[in-house]
Every structure is written in structure tokens, then in C-alpha cells.
């Protein structure tokens, strides 16, 4: 069989790796922006390609005619790909573009959930024209001054500011909402909530749901969560798939909102959302809201998911497809992972690694390293790219486990990169759990 596998990251080698190990034992055909290494070493055929050009990837699939497409990145999912793809009779993990607005419009999304009567939203507000004075209002008296602005459209993880860390007064909340109208017609502006975050990922056929493990990300580029936004600098999940600070109500609470989301994306558009439904949570002080959704395995989350997933990932996409998809038709290893992402020096501020050599340890069977922007030259040598070049995953019996086993395998990288040592540690955790637990006391 052949499947075709639509990449752009470490996500990318990450599903490759998974679908490699399936019994079925199926010829991988990838296509990604950049010679990807990982892909390279695992595909039949490996194209570059601009993921974006729906005209070529269809002449690609038509050729090597597989039995489904799985499409890792958002841009190509928001775009609706997947509607091009099925009208061939391709079938594809990931959404038709109807449906993956619950990623590529956050104004969707809001109002998906309160028509919908799903309880889980914070206090918003979406405006239309570029009414300064209203906006103005309502961040001081609406939103006292805590607020988030949302660009109402895919911008490549950075469309989202928040009040205190991108933005220091409400004249610069209100500034950029005019500017997220004026490129993208709305903006979404909402109650800045006080809590820990948590990523829960779940295959979705149709109303048929199944879980991953809860992950918590950290997008801060610098320890102690500090500097400007990345798209994901590491994650961690536990043994147990829940996370140490999650009480088993908030976890529980999670999968039912993925669950009411996915009838209500059926219900709203009239037909099954197939593919990855990754609900963006924060636990707060009276229980669990939603921060966002995408329509994707999320990065680095899938570097956390597949390693551990004792499923065979090709009979997974098949029940996806057909829509015999069970609640407990998807297992994982009891297993605590971390990831690390290692990095250009100067990312994210600047690119100035860019092409530089890289070179990795020989990998333990307790770890993973999975390729990004990352580039094989024809010599065999690693090019760094100018965003996240690798991510490492440590695989443990506990967290603290894992996250030494990451650890020691991202020190001995070598090259101008860096990567944060905190992501895992007792430290870090310990501090979740604090805040949370003064939150609710």
C-alpha cells in the first residue's frame, strides 16, 4: 500500500516513523519544503515541493495513487487540501477546509461553542469594523484591562497577543486589533484567564473520538519560560497520560469538550471531521476553559504521542477513514516522554545559523530525534535551517526519567544551537502544580 504524507517539520518525521512501523508495512511517499533527513531515509519517494501548490501535490498523489493522505501542517489543512485530495478519491487525515476552521478562525470556534451550549469559554467579544472607541470600552470595562487579541485567520502561530506579555497597555491591544481588521476583516478579543495550560489530542470519525496523552507545551524561547513566543521549545507527558497538576475532573473534563466539539462540528457543517482534533485547555481556579483549537497533530505534541502508541498507525488512519474509530481502539505505552527542541543559537530572533553544520549523537533505544528545518546536503552533512532544526525525545517510566534521558542526548549536539535544559525537570513541574494548587485553594 502507499500513503502519502503531506510534512513540514519534525511533525512530518514523526508520523513517517509511525506509519514505518505499521504491520502493513506500507511505501511511504512525502513531500515537505526541504530535504527533509528523516523523510529521506524513510520514503519510497521524497519530493520537494511548495505544500501550498494544491496543483502539483494532486498530480503527485494521482501518480503514486495511495490508499490515503495524511496531512501534518495547518496551512495546507486551513486551505482545504483535503477537499482536493478527497475530490480524486484520496482519502485524507485531516479535515475538509469547512471544518478546519475550528483552526484557521478563532471567531469560529467561539461561537461553534456557545451555539452549541458548550460551557468552556471565556468572556469574548468579536468585532467586525474598526470601531476604536468600542474596543477601547470593552478591553477597560468588559475585560478590565486583562485581555487577549486573537487575528481571526491562520498566521503561522502568531497571531495571538496577550495583555502583560506582548502587550504592555490597552492603546497597544487596541492598535493591533485595528490592525488584525484591517488584514483579516475581524478580530476576536477575550478575557485573558490565570491558570496552567495543557494540549489534549484526540483522533476524531465524525462523533467517534479517541484520546491521546494530555501534553503540557512551553512556547517561552528561554528557561523559567522566558522571552518571546516560539512554536514550541519542548512538552512532556506522564506515565499515567494525564499530568501531574491535572485532577482526574479536569482531564475528564477535556475529553468531554473534545467530544461535544466534534458533534458539534458535525451538527454545524453537516458532514464528519476526520483527522486530528488538538483542544488547546488551561485548568483555572473554578475548572477547565478552552483556549483555542487546532486541526492538526500539534509540534512538538507529536513528538510526545507517536513514540509511545502501541496502535498500529496505519489501521488507526484506516478506522479514522471509515468511521469505525472506538473510544479504546488507540493504546499507548505507560510511559513518561520529554521532548526538547534543539535550535539555532538565535532563534527565534534572527536567523543567523542559517546553513551551518550540525551533527548528532548516536541516539539510545530510550530516546528519539526526529528532523525539522533541517537540511541534508549531498555530502551527507546536517544544514541548519533558520527555525527549530530537531526535536529529542527522552522515553521513561517517569518524567524525571525522561526528561534526564533527553537531556543528556540534546548536550552532546553539536553546532551553534541550544535548547532549554528546564523543559521535564522536577523544578519546572513542581512549579505547575504550585500555581494551580494556589489558584484553587
Known amino acids: 500500500m502507499n ?130 472607541k468600542e474596543i477601547k470600552t470593552y478591553i477597560e470595562d468588559e475585560l478590565q484591562g486583562q485581555y487577549v487579541v486573537k ?26 486589533a485595528l490592525e488584525c481588521i484591517a488584514e483579516c476583516g475581524r478580530v476576536v478579543l477575550e478575557e485573558k484567564l490565570i491558570g496552567v495550560e495543557f494540549s489534549l489530542i484526540s483522533f476524531v470519525s465524525g462523533t467517534r473520538v479517541a484520546d491521546c496523552p494530555a501534553i ?26 494525564s499530568l501531574p497538576f491535572l485532577s482526574q475532573a479536569d482531564l475528564g473534563r477535556a475529553k468531554e469538550i473534545n467530544r461535544a466539539v466534534a458533534t458539534a462540528l458535525k451538527q454545524e457543517c453537516g458532514e464528519d471531521y476526520k483527522g486530528m482534533l488538538y483542544g488547546g485547555f488551561i485548568a483555572v481556579r473554578d475548572g477547565v476553559r478552552v483556549i483555542e483549537y487546532n486541526a492538526r497533530f500539534g509540534d512538538p505534541e507529536a513528538l510526545n504521542i507517536l513514540p509511545i502508541l502501541q496502535s498500529d498507525f496505519v489501521d488507526v488512519c484506516r478506522a479514522v477513514i471509515s468511521g469505525e474509530l472506538a473510544d479504546d481502539g488507540v493504546q499507548f505505552q505507560s510511559k513518561a516522554t520529554v521532548c ?65 534521558i533527553a537531556n543528556t542526548v540534546c548536550a552532546q549536539v553539536s553546532g551553534p544551537v541550544r535548547f532549554r535544559e528546564d523543559i521535564g525537570t522536577a523544578e519546572l513541574v513542581n512549579h505547575r502544580i504550585t500555581t494551580l494548587k494556589q489558584l484553587r485553594d
Open 340 to 404: 526538547k527542541y534543539i535550535t539555532p543559537l538565535g532563534y527565534p530572533e534572527n536567523k543567523d545559523q542559517r546553513g551551518e553544520a550540525v551533527s548528532f549523537p548516536a541516539i539510545p533505544a530510550n530516546a528519539r530525534l526526529y528532523y525539522g528545518d533541517i537540511e541534508a546536503a549531498n555530502d551527507g552533512s546536517l544544514l541548519l535551517g533558520g527555525s527549530r532544526a530537531a526535536g529529542i525525545v527522552g522515553i521513561g517510566s517517569t518524567i524525571s526519567e525522561a526528561e534526564h
Open 216 to 241: 503540557q507545551d512551553h512556547k517561552r524561547a528561554y528557561a523559567g519560560d522566558t522571552g518571546p513566543n516560539t512554536g514550541g521549545m519542548g512538552t512532556y507527558s506522564d506515565a499515567n497520560h
Open 3 to 132: 500513503v502519502l504524507l503531506i510534512a513540514s517539520s519534525a511533525r512530518g518525521h514523526a508520523i513517517a516513523e509511525a506509519l514505518h512501523r505499521s504491520g502493513s508495512r506500507p511505501k511511504i511517499f512525502s513531500v515537505s519544503p526541504n530535504r527533509n533527513p528523516g523523510l529521506l531515509a524513510l520514503s519510497e519517494e521524497h519530493i520537494m515541493m511548495d505544500i501550498m501548490d494544491f496543483d502539483a501535490v494532486l498530480a503527485f498523489a494521482k501518480r503514486i495513487a495511495p490508499e490515503f493522505a495524511f496531512i501534518g501542517p495547518d496551512d495546507p489543512i486551513g486551505a482545504g487540501l483535503a477537499d482536493v485530495l478527497n475530490a480524486a478519491g484520496i482519502p485524507c487525515i485531516a479535515p475538509k477546509k469547512n471544518l478546519a476552521r475550528i483552526e484557521s478562525s478563532k471567531g469560529f470556534t467561539r461561537e461553534l461553542l456557545r451555539t452549541h451550549g458548550i460551557d468552556a469559554s471565556p468572556k469574548y467579544h468579536i468585532f467586525t469594523s474598526a470601531l476604536l
Open 151 to 176: 487575528y481571526d485567520a491562520l498566521k503561522g502561530g502568531k497571531g495571538v497577543k496577550v495583555s502583560g506579555e506582548h502587550l504592555s497597555s490597552v492603546d497597544e491591544g487596541v492598535a493591533y
